[in-house]
């Protein structure tokens, strides 16, 4: 990326859903991997940990393009006070929907903005998703058809995982994605970025 044009927004992410979310509000960014060390700290609480990657992700991108608006995202997964990451399976995958089954499971959606006057504007989202009773052989053929272990939680809210629900609590559903865009949106609009 070369000399960056005025009101030019960098999403701190190589997330294609994050990217898919932000192109509803916006037309014009682009995209960067933040490349952030996002271990968890030992005895780090989940909400501590996502708003720290958060703004880790942002501060990396941001350092190397100063002249930017640049946008960093983290989310986590809670269930019984454990986090639950990407499963990486289908047994994964299907063991930990089984695992949640009528249970609330907690997703906490940090944001980072950091403008071009280096201030950071952060915001965390929580949306608590219960899940329904269901066998194993309704998890097995939803993970077959959606794929999810590539996202927290081992479930697609925007697929098909909504059959695994009981209800989903939320002030913004795009945060159960990953980027809550209603923050969002305003926090752009204040900075001058055109949105649409």
Not at 1 to 23: F, K
Not at 147 to 152: F, H, M
Request: hydrophobic content about 40%.
């Amino acid at each position: 990326m070369q000399n960056p044009e005025p009101n030019e927004v960098i999403l701190a992410s190589s997330s294609a859903y994050r990217r898919a979310l932000l192109a509803r509000i916006l037309s014009r960014f682009e995209t960067v991997s933040p490349d952030a060390d996002e271990a968890r700290q030992p005895g780090e609480a989940p909400p501590a940990l996502s708003l720290r990657l958060a703004r880790a992700k942002a501060a990396v991108v941001s350092a190397r393009h100063p002249h930017a608006t640049v946008i960093g995202s983290d989310q986590v997964a809670v269930l019984e006070g454990r986090l639950c990451g990407k499963p990486g399976s289908r047994e994964a995958a299907v063991a930990q929907l089984l695992a949640a089954r009528g249970l609330p499971m907690r997703f906490l959606t940090s944001v980072c903005v950091i403008g071009t006057d280096g201030a950071e504007r952060v915001h965390t989202d929580v949306t608590e998703v219960r899940f329904r009773h269901f066998g194993r052989e309704l998890a097995e053929h939803y993970v077959d058809r959606d794929q999810p272990w590539d996202c927290a939680g081992g479930f697609k809210a925007e697929g098909g995982g909504v059959i695994l629900f009981e209800r989903i609590e939320s002030q913004d559903p795009t945060g159960l994605v990953g980027l809550p865009l209603i923050w969002l949106a305003r926090t752009l609009e204040g900075l001058g970025i055109p949105l649409l």
